[in-house]
C-alpha cells in the first residue's frame, strides 16, 4: 500500500489553473504536517508550500505566494494545492510528502508532472 | 530565506572509495538539516535528519556531521546503488529550502 498517491497533473496554458490532490494511507493523516515539492525537469528540488495538521499554519516560498492555495481535508485523508497563473517555470514534477516530527520528509508521493505550455 | 550551497555539484569515484559532500547554509541553522538520495525517475528517500541521525533502514556507511553553517554527508564505502543525487535541505526556517543537488557518478 503506498502511503501517499498524487494525482491532478497534466498540460495547461500559461495563465490558467490546475488542481493537484495527494491521497494517503497508511498512517493517521490528522496527525502530520504535510508539503508540497517541486522538481523542473533536470534541475533540483524546491519547497513550494506545507500545511499544518489542521490548516491553522501555512507558509509558501516566495516564487509560488499569491498564486498557490494548499489545503487539506482530514476526513477525507487528502491533500491539495490549487495552482493559478500558471507559468512555464512552474513546469515540474510535483510531490505531496509527509513531515516528521520536526522539518524533515521521511514520506514521499511519486510525483505528478505539472506542463505548462501553449 | 536561508540559502544552501552544495559542494561539489558533481563527483565521480569508484565502488570502495569514501565520498565526502559539503553542506553550507548562508546561516546558522543549528543542525536542522537534512540529506536525500534521488535516482532517476523516483522519489527522494531520506537518509539522515537533524544532521547526523540516520533514518530507519538506511546503511550505516551514511553518516553526517557539521554544526552552525557547515555541514557534511560521508558515504564511508561507496556501493554500486549509491550512484546517485544527494540534497540537503534545512529546516530551521519557516521557509524550507533544499541545496542544489550532488551528483554521484560511477569512475
Known amino acids: 500500500q503506498v502511503p501517499l498517491v498524487e494525482s491532478g497533473g497534466g498540460l495547461v496554458k500559461p495563465g490558467g489553473s490546475l488542481r493537484l490532490s495527494c491521497a494517503a494511507s497508511?498512517?493517521?493523516?490528522?496527525?502530520?504536517?504535510m508539503s508540497w515539492i517541486r522538481q523542473a525537469p533536470g534541475k533540483g528540488l524546491e519547497w513550494v508550500s506545507y500545511i499544518s495538521s489542521v490548516g491553522s499554519t501555512i507558509y509558501y516560498a516566495d516564487s509560488v505566494k499569491g498564486r498557490f492555495t494548499i489545503s487539506r481535508d482530514n476526513a477525507k485523508k487528502s491533500l491539495y494545492l490549487q495552482m493559478n497563473s500558471l507559468r512555464a517555470e512552474d513546469t515540474a514534477v510535483y510531490y505531496c510528502a509527509r513531515r516528521g516530527p520536526l522539518g524533515f520528509l521521511p514520506s514521499w508521493g511519486q510525483g505528478t508532472l505539472v506542463t505548462v505550455s501553449s | 530565506d536561508i540559502q544552501m550551497t552544495q559542494s561539489p555539484s558533481s563527483l565521480s569515484a569508484p565502488v570502495g572509495d569514501r565520498v565526502t559532500i559539503t553542506c553550507r547554509a548562508s546561516?546558522?541553522?543549528?543542525?536542522?538539516l537534512a540529506w536525500y538520495q534521488q535516482k532517476p525517475g523516483k522519489a527522494p528517500k531520506l537518509l539522515l535528519y537533524a544532521a547526523s541521525k540516520l533514518e530507519s533502514g538506511v546503511p550505516s556507511r551514511f553518516s553526517g556531521s557539521g554544526s552552525g553553517t557547515d555541514y557534511t554527508l560521508t558515504i564511508s564505502s561507496l556501493q554500486p546503488e549509491d550512484f546517485a543525487t544527494y540534497y540537503c535541505q534545512q529546516y530551521y526556517s519557516t521557509l524550507w529550502t533544499f541545496g542544489q543537488g550532488t551528483k554521484v557518478e560511477i569512475k
Open positions: 497508511g498512517f493517521t493523516f490528522s496527525d502530520y504536517y
Open positions: 546561516q546558522g541553522i543549528s543542525n536542522s
